[in-house]
């Protein structure tokens, strides 16, 4: 039977995050949900007082470990500092908030959620802000990036898992950090690109499993998080997973 751990999930409310709670909890792991509601920790990850509560909240809660974090929260349709405050510095701040908990659990693991929107083009003085890690300045290159903005905080947030799982503080302490890039979703913050003719006719063209209207679905990218928070292995570092239907070997077929 398989060890039980306490596994911190962000964006647990709604779409990927939700589907991924209920996997972990039906398989009998206790998880701590993070989100702006119907969480055990409310807390807006857009805001500094939010990702203070939500690392306050976790130590109230947990014996003084926590097993894994899935920095999973993320925003599409709104403002573009706040797409880049929610899905880039909301993320790290929960992964480094969380770290010293990390380290005291005898198995370790963290995955973030990027997207095979990551691909796309982006504004690059976005990306490189975000890794300088200079959120005022990140804001303002996303006022400018507008529409680019969601892919440039995903392939920022990539990058930055990719840098730093081979680091000491994470791989070098014993701690796995993967992430997943999950293509489009049919959840809450696709809705408005599936509730049109044009938008499904992209998708249908983008993903090679679309077919008979099988689009993703939460619980599919849902599989592989629960996977990467709990395997046995120690052996996956530093992998970016897409769960996009085919869209990454249709757009770079060539690409290892």
Same mark, same amino acid.
């Given at each position: 039977? $398989?060890?039980? +751990?306490? =596994?911190?999930?962000? #964006?647990?409310?709604?779409? =990927?995050?939700?589907?991924?709670?209920?996997?972990? +909890?039906?398989? &009998?792991?206790?998880?701590?949900?993070?989100?702006?509601?119907? !969480?055990?920790?409310?807390?807006?990850?857009?805001?500094?007082?939010?990702?203070?509560?939500?690392?306050?909240?976790?130590?109230?809660?947990?014996?003084?470990?926590?097993?894994?974090? =899935?920095?999973?929260?993320?925003?599409?349709?709104?403002?573009?500092? +706040?797409?880049?405050?929610?899905?880039?510095? &909301?993320?790290?701040?929960?992964?480094?908030?969380?770290?010293?908990?990390?380290?005291?659990?005898?198995?370790?693991? !963290?995955?973030?959620?990027?997207? @095979?929107?990551?691909?796309?083009?982006?504004?690059?003085?976005?990306?490189?802000?975000?890794?300088?890690?200079?959120? %005022?300045?990140?804001?303002?290159?996303?006022?400018?990036? #507008?529409?680019?903005?969601?892919? /440039? $905080?995903?392939? %920022?947030?990539?990058?930055?898992?990719?840098?730093?799982? !081979? !680091?000491?503080?994470?791989?070098?302490?014993?701690?796995?950090?993967?992430?997943?890039?999950?293509?489009?979703?049919?959840?809450?913050?696709?809705?408005?690109?599936?509730?049109?003719?044009?938008?499904?006719?992209?998708? =249908?063209?983008?993903?090679?499993?679309?077919? &008979?209207? +099988?689009? &993703?679905?939460?619980?599919?990218?849902?599989?592989?998080?629960?996977?990467?928070?709990?395997?046995? @292995?120690?052996?996956?570092? /530093?992998?970016?997973?897409?769960?996009?239907?085919?869209?990454?070997?249709? @757009?770079?077929?060539?690409?290892?």
């Amino acid at each position: 039977m $398989s060890v039980k +751990r306490t =596994i911190l999930l962000t #964006g647990s409310a709604s779409g =990927i995050g939700f589907a991924t709670a209920q996997r972990l +909890r039906h398989a &009998g792991h206790s998880v701590i949900g993070v989100d702006v509601h119907d !969480a055990e920790i409310v807390a807006d990850l857009g805001t500094h007082d939010g990702r203070q509560r939500l690392v306050d909240g976790v130590r109230s809660l947990v014996r003084g470990s926590l097993d894994s974090v =899935i920095a999973c929260a993320g925003v599409a349709h709104q403002p573009p500092e +706040r797409i880049v405050s929610v899905n880039y510095f &909301g993320a790290l701040a929960t992964l480094e908030g969380l770290l010293p908990l990390l380290r005291r659990s005898e198995r370790p693991r !963290a995955v973030l959620v990027s997207s @095979s929107a990551c691909l796309h083009q982006t504004d690059e003085a976005l990306v490189a802000a975000c890794l300088a890690g200079d959120e %005022a300045a990140a804001c303002a290159h996303a006022r400018v990036a #507008g529409m680019m903005t969601y892919a /440039g $905080s995903k392939k %920022a947030l990539a990058l930055w898992m990719r840098r730093a799982a !081979a !680091a000491e503080r994470w791989g070098g302490a014993g701690i796995p950090l993967n992430g997943i890039a999950p293509g489009t979703i049919q959840t809450p913050m696709t809705a408005p690109l599936m509730a049109s003719e044009e938008g499904r006719a992209v998708l =249908i063209r983008a993903t090679p499993t679309v077919i &008979g209207e +099988r689009y &993703g679905q939460p619980d599919d990218p849902a599989e592989v998080l629960a996977f990467l928070a709990t395997m046995e @292995s120690a052996y996956v570092l /530093g992998q970016l997973l897409f769960v996009d239907g085919g869209t990454d070997i249709l @757009s770079r077929p060539e690409a290892l």
